[in-house]
Nanobody, 117 residues
């Protein structure tokens, strides 16, 4: 199985930036679709950004133009660069790996992002 470890969360002022990292161990990241999700208190978990094994990306409308997902297969790491952060971005952010053939999902433990006003 794949183990995912997120890092980079924290407290940031509105308008600031953070970069989240998700390091994978156990299997080659190149055979997985990768994504970032987030969940705020009392809210459902939502897709923030995704990148397929072929390199295609997609973003939630709420973060389009502000967030960028990228992957470094050599380092088995996926990143989420978050710019122009808003208080509405406050949530626990989770990394997800999806095996491209079986669609088996693996989840990280989450990292808290808090954006102050």
């Amino acid at each position: 199985q794949v183990q995912l470890v997120e890092s980079g969360g924290g407290l940031v002022q509105a308008g600031g930036s953070l970069r989240l990292s998700c390091a994978a161990s156990g299997r080659d990241l190149s055979i997985y679709h990768m994504a970032w999700y987030r969940q705020a208190p009392g809210k459902q978990r939502e897709l923030v950004a995704g990148v397929t094994g072929a390199g295609s990306t997609n973003y939630a409308d709420s973060v389009k133009g502000r967030f960028t997902i990228s992957r470094d297969n050599a380092k088995n790491t996926v990143y989420l660069q978050m710019n122009s952060l808003k208080p509405e971005d406050t949530a626990v952010y989770y990394c997800r790996a999806r095996q491209v053939l079986t669609f088996q999902d693996y989840w990280g433990q989450g990292t808290q992002v808090t954006v102050s006003t």
